[in-house]
């Protein structure tokens, strides 16, 4: 169940160290109650959602930040960001936190999210049920104890979704959590970092991807060369030991007639219009298949580029416009700006393989219909 919530007045936290505010915006997943009310910012559950859909084959862990207060008993949890782990073998049987990982989220905590803390962990695993492994159970225990923490957990194939937190002695399925929206620059300023990692390596793979093109032109130009010489040289060689063959047939038939042979060798070089035939051949059948060569090359390799740049924007057989989101943009905005109402929001997220509900963020590049 989803319901939108507005709640505008500011909590103060009576036992904890500092004043809270209950976000003005929120979205309802669910039933909320119970001694704890969970809220995820936006864009930190949009970049998990994309994390996770991505692809669905494997599974992904991120680590979440954030803050926790609590009022009148009442836990209050607030996940503001979420930092992706890297190279971690994910399955529901096997889960490894190594320094390398942790070094990693350190980094970019200190980094991006200097005044957040751990609040707990994230996985999306494909098939995996909701009913919790011990695996990932006991990882929990491990590496984010206490009752303050939590563990998300997004089936990608099935979009289903939960939080769960420590209580009881076990795992708790909790019935429903709250999305909020509110600026939130430290996670815009971390997904445009991202996306920028993201460029580069389209870049990087789009010049390699050309590099390897023109070296395998070259090498089948190459050997298509030599075979063409190779067959060139032994014609000539056939023809000439016939030519050999023949004038000593004549020579040996009537040496009398040797006189009216040399007349008319020298009339008509023979060898001279041989080798010119057979370098005119060479001449058009070697740009003919030089040409053959580049063609099936270009198309071989047309192939591969498109599975080198699967990161690159996508194409759909026409020229688009593009667009660098800038801060402050909305799809409505660009819309009205481009075509003058708001009636092609819907045709910029399927170009751009988007969903109307899907947040954008500065430095993004888009295909305009």
Same mark, same amino acid.
């Given at each position: 169940?989803?319901?939108?919530?507005?709640?505008?007045?500011?909590?103060?936290?009576?036992? !904890?160290?500092?004043?809270?505010?209950?976000?003005? !915006?929120?979205?309802?997943?669910?039933?909320?109650?119970?001694?704890?009310?969970? +809220?995820?910012? *936006?864009?930190?559950?949009?970049?998990?959602?994309?994390?996770?859909?991505?692809?669905?084959?494997?599974?992904?862990?991120?680590?979440?930040?954030?803050?926790?207060?609590?009022?009148?008993?009442?836990? +209050?949890?607030?996940?503001?960001?979420?930092?992706?782990?890297?190279?971690?073998?994910?399955?529901?049987?096997?889960?490894?936190?190594?320094?390398?990982?942790?070094?990693?989220?350190?980094?970019?905590?200190?980094?991006? &999210?200097?005044?957040?803390?751990?609040?707990?962990? &994230?996985?999306?695993?494909?098939?995996?049920?909701?009913?919790?492994?011990?695996?990932?159970?006991?990882?929990?225990?491990?590496?984010?104890?206490?009752?303050?923490?939590?563990?998300?957990?997004?089936?990608?194939?099935?979009?289903?979704?939960?939080?769960?937190?420590?209580?009881?002695?076990?795992?708790?399925?909790?019935?429903? &959590? +709250?999305?909020?929206?509110?600026?939130?620059?430290?996670?815009?300023?971390?997904?445009?970092?991202? !996306?920028?990692?993201?460029?580069?390596? %389209?870049?990087?793979?789009?010049?390699?991807?050309?590099?390897?093109?023109?070296?395998?032109?070259?090498?089948?130009?190459?050997?298509?060369?030599?075979?063409?010489?190779? %067959?060139?040289?032994?014609?000539?060689?056939?023809?000439?030991?016939?030519?050999?063959?023949?004038?000593?047939?004549?020579?040996?038939?009537?040496?009398?007639?040797?006189?009216?042979?040399?007349?008319?060798?020298?009339?008509?070089?023979?060898?001279?219009?041989?080798?010119?035939?057979?370098?005119?051949?060479? *001449?058009?059948?070697?740009?003919?298949?030089?040409?053959?060569?580049?063609?099936?090359?270009?198309?071989?390799?047309?192939?591969?580029?498109?599975?080198?740049?699967?990161?690159?924007?996508?194409?759909?057989?026409?020229?688009?416009?593009?667009?660098?989101?800038?801060?402050? *943009?909305?799809?409505?905005?660009?819309?009205?700006?481009?075509?003058?109402?708001?009636?092609?929001?819907?045709?910029?997220?399927?170009?751009?393989?988007?969903?109307?509900?899907? &947040?954008?963020?500065?430095?993004?590049?888009?295909?305009?219909?």
């Amino acid at each position: 169940m989803i319901e939108v919530v507005y709640e505008k007045e500011k909590q103060k936290a009576e036992g !904890n160290e500092c004043f809270f505010r209950i976000p003005n !915006n929120i979205r309802q997943i669910g039933e909320i109650n119970g001694t704890q009310k969970i +809220y995820i910012e *936006d864009y930190a559950y949009t970049y998990l959602c994309r994390i996770s859909s991505e692809n669905s084959s494997i599974g992904r862990a991120a680590i979440l930040l954030g803050q926790s207060n609590w009022k009148e008993g009442v836990s +209050y949890l607030f996940i503001k960001s979420a930092v992706a782990l890297p190279e971690m073998e994910i399955t529901e049987e096997h889960l490894t936190f190594t320094r390398e990982i942790w070094n990693h989220v350190y980094e970019k905590n200190k980094e991006f &999210f200097p005044e957040q803390e751990v609040v707990g962990w &994230f996985l999306s695993i494909p098939g995996c049920s909701m009913e919790l492994h011990d695996v990932i159970c006991r990882t929990h225990l491990n590496h984010f104890g206490g009752n303050d923490k939590v563990l998300m957990v997004m089936e990608p194939l099935e979009k289903e979704e939960a939080f769960y937190r420590y209580e009881e002695g076990k795992l708790s399925r909790q019935n429903g &959590f +709250y999305v909020y929206y509110e600026k939130n620059e430290a996670m815009q300023n971390f997904l445009v970092s991202q !996306n920028e990692k993201s460029e580069k390596k %389209s870049e990087q793979v789009e010049d390699q991807a050309v590099k390897n093109f023109r070296k395998k032109i070259e090498d089948k130009t190459e050997e298509k060369k030599q075979k063409k010489k190779s %067959s060139l040289m032994k014609t000539a060689s056939v023809c000439m030991g016939a030519l050999l063959l023949a004038v000593s047939a004549i020579y040996l038939k009537d040496h009398n007639a040797m006189p009216e042979l040399n007349e008319n060798i020298q009339k008509e070089p023979v060898n001279e219009k041989i080798t010119e035939e057979l370098s005119n051949e060479k *001449d058009t059948e070697e740009i003919e298949n030089e040409e053959k060569v580049t063609e099936e090359m270009k198309e071989e390799t047309r192939e591969e580029t498109r599975e080198e740049q699967a990161i690159s924007e996508p194409v759909s057989g026409e020229t688009h416009q593009s667009y660098i989101i800038q801060r402050g *943009d909305t799809l409505t905005g660009i819309s009205r700006r481009y075509y003058g109402d708001a009636s092609k929001i819907r045709e910029i997220c399927e170009l751009n393989h988007l969903s109307v509900e899907e &947040f954008i963020f500065p430095g993004q590049k888009i295909l305009l219909p």
